[in-house]
């Protein structure tokens, strides 16, 4: 037995277009296995390691996404600045942000003289990795 | 008693597995719904003459918040998409390219610090899904 879910003009009986399906029960879903948001202090002049603590207990796929200090959003170690508006802090890649069982754990710079509020939210995917 | 759709993968019994990886849906666990998608073309110069550029494209999203989002970006016109940042440094060259939202555009940026090198067009491929970044 199946669950088939078409999008408008496909016949559910008949399309073999997976990409035509809203949802097909032979095929999984990107399940978001977590979710979570919180900020850091990051102190004036200094690169910090930061830990998100989650415990989930398996270390799966992730994604971050961070609001910086001119209320610009990226993911991961992306940047937000162009020649308008820069971000005082700065999410580093090196050494890149990793995913363990329990915690996303990263490193952040605030280039600025006064201290900053980093805002973040992360999702855990079903992927194990 | 809560009630749920759960639709086990094969072999796996709905009502008793508690392993998201053995269901091919829960309703226990959002998913990531597609919004829109496409791309878009940003012309930059690799020369800035030693000076820090920034190139620029944008798409509204049209939300009244600000989505998930994912981009990829080609910056060699040969069909291969590498996840953005993408982030490189060489020679007299430095290049980025990312994306960013603000509450009405996702941003797509190449940043350029160069003394050598020639106008490019880096082609970026974005993924806005309906899902909200609380922020």
Do not use: W
């Not at chain 1, 809203?22 to 200094?46: L, W």
């Not at chain 1, 890149?96 to 329990?102: C, F, G, L, S």
């Not at chain 2, 994306?99 to 009405?104: H, I, K, L, Q």
């Amino acid at each position: 037995m199946k669950i088939k879910v078409t999008k408008a003009g496909y016949n559910a009986l008949t399309e073999t277009n997976v990409n035509n399906y809203i949802f097909h029960s032979d095929y999984n879903t990107f399940k978001i296995v977590k979710s979570g948001a919180g900020n850091f202090t990051v102190t004036s002049n200094s690169t910090e390691s930061k830990t998100i603590t989650h415990n989930y207990g398996t270390r799966v796929g992730f994604m971050v996404f961070f609001k910086h200090t001119n209320n610009r959003i990226t993911y991961m170690n992306s940047l937000v600045d162009d020649s308008s508006s820069t971000s005082s802090l700065v999410i580093r890649g090196i050494p890149p942000i990793k995913n363990t069982a329990n915690a996303i754990s990263f490193t952040v710079s605030n280039l600025s003289g006064t201290n900053k509020t980093l805002y973040y939210q992360y999702y855990l995917f079903e992927i194990p990795v | 008693m809560t009630q749920k759709i759960v639709i086990s993968k094969s072999g796996k019994n709905a009502i008793s597995e508690t392993n998201p990886d053995n269901l091919i849906f829960s309703s226990d666990y959002n998913t990531l719904k597609y919004y829109s998608s496409g791309y878009i073309n940003v012309n930059y110069n690799e020369n800035t003459n030693g000076t820090l550029t920034f190139y620029k494209g944008t798409v509204a999203h049209g939300l009244d918040y600000i989505p998930f989002f994912y981009v990829y970006v080609d910056i060699s016109s040969s069909g291969t998409f590498t996840p953005c940042p993408k982030i490189t440094s060489f020679m007299t060259i430095n290049q980025s390219f990312y994306a960013y939202a603000d509450s009405t555009n996702i941003n797509f940026v190449c940043l350029m610090q160069g003394t050598s090198g020639s106008a490019k067009t880096a082609k970026f491929r974005y993924f806005i899904f309906k899902n909200k970044i609380d922020l």
